[in-house]
């Protein structure tokens, strides 16, 4: 057994721990000698040799390249974090090590702009600009700068380079547009995008920004044309779609409509408004089968919800289908006894001469459902008018009128019982009670033009609409009123076409107010023009004996022989026509009208 140093004898410790001093000290004096006192003598690990160290790679120095790269980093985090200032400073340490870069003075440029720092920021991008000539990116904020300095013509100039780099930029398509809208007007605006789309044909924004302007000022086949190009280039494009369906309704191309709009049901999440627009387009195409099994896809939305129910049974009432809306209004009054649904079923039932069945539907309206509840008695009166107890009739509707006067959706109402009864004299007194009560009200203002207009007092008639204008100046119907007013006087004729315009921006694609256009030219001798909005007028209301008569006139006047017999031909199997059109007609075409009419009116009574 080895003996402990402990137990060893003293004299055998002593010379040992001698020796140990001894090696101590040799080794600091060969450390002082060697040059190596200065670093400490690391014991808990061996040194390694120098041949080991000179072969480990050695750290590189940090590029420039590396150095403005990192601060661009810290400058990005940065201006995530909203620190823009601190983000400027940390680019411009980055241009420090790398001067050169376009892409650092480029967004330099773009944080000292949004720090209203203008000056600095438009010299950071004119560098960037002139570093990479290639690079679109600068020019379109210079250009924006321009723009909202009002310095149009070097907004243009660096709007157009941005063009040339990148031909299909949006931004730019656009500042250019607005800048031609600013410098030339709607003309100009017009006039440049019809340039851009010969100079870019697949540019979807171009053929969106035409048809907005088509849209504006009624060019509707070039709508068309311009929608229909939207399409081609982007076919899933829901506006366009959702638009162009609707004018193809509009104009009874209903085929083309429900081809275009069931591609919405592919596109759009689950809605049952798209069913049930697609229900009213079969409806107007005849397609009762279809129209049914969009309604059912509409409501099976929320069976517990009638308004879509409702939205249904509208629909076949308005589309004339009596039987299919009272069985649909007659579901939903089972289901919830709902006041509109019963007041609409007393309608159907009145429109299908069923008076009895009408009189105790719409009694069954409780008081509370009060807006339904009044027009409701009123059209209670009518029914008895209907069965020939014209005294009860009247009786009803005039004492409601001294309850209440003061409520105009009623008196307007009251108004048309005694306008259908031929008694206009006291349509006109109950309207002037109302308007007593209600001097501004605008649906009583208009009623009341329309009834003087119908009994011949035309100049009455236009001094009331004048009086609503007053009340709301961006009343569509009364400028087209007294328009076309003018118009058939034959005076103010400069006056009337500002005032039917204006009504076409507020009420576009609206049939009457084209045919307002159309007539205007054709009193001003203009009749290509005239056709041309005539024509349009009568796509859109083609069961309107007088646009058709407009029309027939102007293709009178322009030759156009065949499409006149087209047209002479669709008024003659027309069911409605008031005996003074039939005079007119006759006049303006003596020898084609007569046997027309003869050969075409229907047999049975309408």
């Known amino acids: 057994m080895t003996p402990t140093r402990r ?39 061996p040194e390694v040799p120098n041949r080991l160290i000179q072969n480990q790679p050695k750290p590189m120095p940090e590029t420039p390249a590396a150095a403005a790269y990192g601060h661009f980093l810290r400058a990005q985090k940065l201006e995530q974090e909203q620190r823009y200032g ?69 907004a243009v100039r660096l709007f157009e380079r941005v063009l040339a780099l990148k031909p299909d930029h949006e931004g730019a398509l656009r500042r250019l547009g607005e800048i031609a809208y600013l410098t030339r007007g709607l003309v100009g605006q017009k006039a440049f995008f019809e340039t851009m789309a010969v100079r870019y044909p697949r540019q979807v924004y171009i053929f969106e920004a035409l ?84 309604f059912a896809e509409a409501t099976a939305f929320d069976l517990n919800n009638d308004n879509m129910a409702m939205a249904a049974a509208l629909a076949f009432f308005e589309a004339g289908k009596l039987p299919e809306a009272e069985t649909e209004l007659q579901r939903i009054v089972d289901h919830s006894g709902d006041g509109a649904a019963r007041y609409f079923l007393g309608l159907v039932r009145m429109d299908r001469k069923r008076y009895w069945a009408a009189i105790k539907t719409f009694g069954e309206i409780p008081r509370c459902e009060e807006r339904y509840y009044l027009s409701a008695q009123v059209e209670v009166a009518r029914c008895y008018w209907h069965l020939k ?14 309850e209440h006067a003061d409520k105009p959706d009623f008196v307007r109402t009251a108004a048309a019982f005694f306008q259908e009864t031929e008694r206009a004299d006291e349509a006109v007194a109950v309207l002037d009670v109302g308007l007593e009560k209600s001097p501004n009200h605008t649906d009583l203002l208009y009623t009341r033009g329309l009834v003087l207009e119908a009994m011949g007092r035309k100049t009455e008639a236009r001094r009331t609409m004048r009086l609503l204008l007053d009340v709301d100046k961006d009343h569509a119907d009364a400028l087209n009123f007294i328009g076309y007013s003018l118009v058939e006087e034959g005076i103010e004729l400069q006056r009337a076409e500002q005032m039917i315009r204006a009504a076409m921006r507020l009420k576009p694609e609206e049939g009457y107010i084209l045919d307002s256009l159309g007539w205007l030219y054709y009193r001003r001798g203009e009749f ?30 322009t030759k156009n022989t065949e499409r006149l017999q087209v047209i002479l031909r669709q008024a003659a199997g027309l069911a409605l026509f008031p005996t003074e059109l039939t005079d007119r007609y006759t006049a303006a075409f003596p020898e084609l009208w007569p046997p027309l009419r003869r050969k075409w009116a229907p047999k049975e009574k309408p």
């Open 7 to 45: 137990n060893r004898p003293a004299c055998l410790r002593f010379v040992v721990d001698s020796g140990w001093r001894m090696l101590w000290l040799i080794v600091l004096s060969l450390s002082t000698v060697l040059g190596c006192a200065h670093r400490p003598l690391d014991l808990s690990a």
């Open 86 to 154: 601190e983000a400027v400073e940390q680019l411009r340490l980055a241009l420090a090590f790398d001067p050169q870069s376009a892409d650092l003075h480029y967004h330099l440029g773009r944080l000292l702009l949004g720090e209203r720092q203008t000056g600095e920021g438009v010299k950071e991008l004119t560098e960037a600009s002139r570093l990479n000539p290639d690079w679109y990116k600068p020019s379109v904020l210079l250009g924006e700068v321009a723009f909202f300095s009002n310095r149009l013509d070097d």
């Open 211 to 294: 048809a907005r302007i088509y849209q504006f000022t009624q060019d509707y086949p070039q709508l068309e044309a311009a929608l229909e190009r939207v399409l081609e280039l982007d076919p899933d494009n829901t506006q366009a779609i959702e638009r162009l369906s609707d004018w193809y309704n509009r104009t009874r191309r209903y085929k083309d409509a429900i081809a275009l709009f069931t591609r919405l049901k592919m596109l759009l999440p689950p809605n049952p408004l798209i069913p049930l627009k697609l229900g009213r387009f079969y409806l107007h195409a005849g397609n009762m089968e279809e129209a049914r099994n969009a």
């Open 389 to 402: 107890r014209k005294s009860k009739a009247d009786r009803r509707v005039r004492r409601l009128m001294e």
């Open 528 to 557: 290509d023009e005239a056709v041309r909005w005539l024509s349009l007028a009568t796509m859109i209301e083609p069961q309107e004996p007088e646009i058709l008569l407009h029309l027939a006139l102007a293709l009178k006047q």
